[in-house]
């Protein structure tokens, strides 16, 4: 965990390496500069503009933020929100950590990590009490993000940990002996609220809640909502729902924006002004092992993950944010250009 409390300047560590600056390279490679009134053209000026404003002065955290990724519906983007806001955030010149708390490790599989049964996993952290250093790989093509790894066998932890001690708290200690510093660690939970969803909201004082804009997205909430609840009367008086955002948005639809609408009415501040499209290439990114971040930087979903962090590392310093002033790329409601796929 970081504990050096005052590095609140902004993120100026000269960590994006050499892959934020190859992947400048690769993209100017291909793209002449004024070439933008083709789709492909105007794709790359996007992405160097959105690469070129990766790590700019973004503010970091004072201590390390651990966001939940929660939602117990299956489908509504944990995994995607997790993996392509991480990589964001790391782009933008943060250091985090990824933590699969799926046994289908598709959190993992997402950010090219191996978690074949064999590799040390997020299984060996919390029921044998290995140290989160030991499980920790770094995410390969991009520079500051790490990942704990699922492995299969973390279908059976729901139940064994019920038989051990502290139970509901062993990943909130794994991560308090974890002695990198670290700017945000995202943990992506399965769809289910038990023993390893409770582990995850014991750890965290943030919950992110993705929505998917489609029919029943408020369906099933209430029930997340209390155990939020309960775990903050219980266990962790500092959790709270810090961010709500809403996923696979549809702008030609009237559906979409009127679950938009019922969402922001029902949870007001929470929910980020960011939302993200329905996009193909946030669906393929995953197949080939990476990020949309890596796979297509000019997307409109990559576009728009990078604002969505940008706006959660705003917030989190209590720096207001301008939505007049976000990417031409992302997907935000005072700036409805129509995305490129
Ligand atoms: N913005 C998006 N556009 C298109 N497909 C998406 C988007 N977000 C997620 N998906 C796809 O929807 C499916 C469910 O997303 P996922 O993140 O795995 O949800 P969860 O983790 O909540 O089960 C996946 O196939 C994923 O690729
Ligand atoms: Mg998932």
Redo the contacts with the bound molecule.
């Keep these: 965990m970081r504990s050096d409390a005052n590095i609140a300047g902004p993120m100026t560590d000269p960590v994006p390496g050499p892959r934020t600056e190859s992947m400048g390279d690769d993209v100017s490679r291909e793209t002449p500069p004024p070439m933008d009134d083709t789709p492909i053209g105007r794709a790359a000026q996007l992405a160097v503009e959105a690469l070129g404003r990766a790590g700019e002065g973004l503010p970091r955290p004072e201590q390390t933020r651990v966001m939940v990724v929660a939602?117990q519906?299956?489908?509504?983007?944990?995994?995607?929100?997790t993996v392509n806001l991480a990589a964001s955030l790391a782009l933008h010149g943060g250091r985090v950590l990824v933590i699969d708390l799926?046994p289908q490790g598709?959190a993992s599989t997402a950010l090219g990590i191996d978690h074949h049964a064999e590799v040390p996993s997020i299984y060996d952290v919390l029921i044998d009490s290995r140290p989160l250093s030991e499980v920790v790989q770094p995410v390969p093509d991009v520079e500051g993000l790490f990942c704990a790894p699922a492995t299969i066998d973390l279908a059976g932890a729901e139940i064994e940990l019920v038989s051990l001690v502290a139970r509901e708290s062993r990943l909130e200690r794994a991560i308090q002996a974890y002695e990198q510093p670290l700017d945000y660690i995202l943990i992506?939970c399965p769809?289910s609220l038990g023993l390893l969803t409770v582990n995850a909201l014991v750890a965290g004082a943030e919950v992110l809640i993705?929505i998917q804009c489609e029919y029943y997205a408020l369906e099933g909430l209430g029930q997340l909502l209390r155990n939020v609840d309960l775990v903050r009367g219980h266990l962790n008086r500092d959790l709270h729902v810090s961010t709500i955002l809403l996923?696979?948005y549809d702008g030609r639809t009237r559906l979409a924006s009127q679950v938009a609408d019922e969402v922001r009415s029902h949870f007001g501040e929470e929910v980020l002004r960011t939302s993200?499209?329905?996009?193909?290439r946030?669906?393929e990114a995953?197949s080939y092992g990476q990020t949309v971040l890596t796979y297509d930087p000019g997307s409109s979903?990559a576009l728009s993950y990078l604002e969505a962090a940008r706006e959660i590392a705003l917030r989190g310093a209590g720096v207001a944010y301008d939505a007049q002033h976000a990417h031409m790329g992302a997907h935000n409601e005072q700036n409805m250009v129509e995305g490129i796929q």
């Design positions: 939602n519906k299956g489908g509504v983007g944990k995994t995607t929100t799926d598709n992506d769809p993705p996923t696979m993200i499209p329905r996009s193909v946030i669906s995953p979903g």
